[in-house]
């Protein structure tokens, strides 16, 4: 007798930039989570599905967990911590290199509400000495009753198999939520923005990235499929962020269509046409209008 099909979700949670999208990609083995060296890279919930002949996975990549400082941040952490009672299982990750810090606390003290099962995975081991992990191990036991511990590299790919092997122990039996092809729910449309945001995030100054969101104004597909015709907008929160992004002479702006259009190309499979305008839209990350129209908050709300 065959064993019965596994399914369910999985919450990436962790403090900003501890490598919760690097480890989605990882595990989908190709890209859907837009990954910088700036914290708060990932705003809305990514999912992502992982299918076997065994289980289907949906993972969904939260935004970092902090401190709200605006209320777009505000947005985000609530996302991230009501996600937590939607799951089947929690994987919480930390940076092996960073350690223990006030914001895990923070994170810890929401898990002891939770009733899901909660991995805690060390990320980043590739960046610390072996002998120093165990110190850190003992730290974060001391402090939740995790039911796995796993060691990893995201970046690297150590120990992410056995990952997945504890991961299908837990899951309970379930259908295919998903077609077994399919490797998120989010349209194109928004991994396309993502993608132009990525390089903005990779290509500007601390000043920069946090400030900005992409629309896409249009995304068309000519009759023959051959070339897509997308057209977006960077919006900034004031004038000299705008100058940042289109640079002198219009050279960083082309900078990030360029690298962006190579991965969209790949992404739809088709030769793109992008264009792209900045445009100022001041305090948009306090406008509770905006954060709706950018897709941040969900109109019922």
């Known amino acids: ?8 979700f999985a919450a990436l949670i962790g ?5 919760k999208s690097t480890l989605l990609n990882r595990v989908l083995g190709q890209k ?33 967990i902090h401190k709200p400082k605006h209320r777009l ?8 911590l009501a ?28 898990l002891a509400k939770v009733d899901s099962p909660v991995f805690l995975l060390v990320n980043k081991i590739d960046k610390v000495h072996p002998d120093d992990l165990l110190p850190l191990i003992d730290k974060y036991r001391s402090l939740y009753p995790f039911k796995e511990i796993i060691p990893l590299s995201a970046l690297q790919g150590q120990n992410v198999s056995r990952l997945m092997q504890q991961i ?10 998903y077609p077994e092809d399919q490797v998120t729910d989010h349209p194109e449309r928004f991994i396309v923005s993502e993608l132009i ?5 990779q290509l500007t100054r601390d000043e920069v990235p ?12 000519n009759e023959h499929g051959h070339l897509c015709d997308i057209q977006a907008t960077i919006m900034v929160e004031r004038p000299s962020q705008k100058g940042i992004i289109i640079g002198k002479g219009g050279q960083m702006l082309k900078k990030v269509g360029t690298l962006a259009r190579k991965e969209i190309e790949a992404l739809i499979g088709s030769k793109v046409f992008l264009e792209l305008w900045v445009k100022v839209d001041q305090n948009w990350r306090d406008k509770e209008e905006e954060l709706k129209n950018f897709g941040y908050i969900d109109r019922e709300e």
């Open 83 to 110: 996600t937590l009672n939607e799951v089947d299982l929690v994987l919480f990750l930390i940076d092996a290199e960073q350690g223990y810090g006030k914001g895990d606390q923070y994170i810890i003290d929401f």
């Open 32 to 64: 859907i989570a837009i990954m910088s060296d700036k914290a708060q890279t990932t705003r809305n919930k990514i999912h992502g599905i992982y299918t076997t002949d065994q289980e289907q996975v949906v993972f969904i990549d939260t935004p970092g």
């Open 197 to 201: 945001r990525e390089k903005i995030l």
């Open 168 to 177: 299908h122990i837990y899951l309970p039996e379930g259908p295919k939520y």
């Open 210 to 221: 946090h400030s900005i969101a992409v629309v896409i104004d249009k995304m068309k597909q």
């Open 15 to 19: 403090r900003p930039n501890v490598g």
């Open 1 to 8: 007798m065959s064993e019965p099909f596994k399914s369910g």
């Open 73 to 80: 941040g505000e947005v985000m952490t609530a996302m991230a």
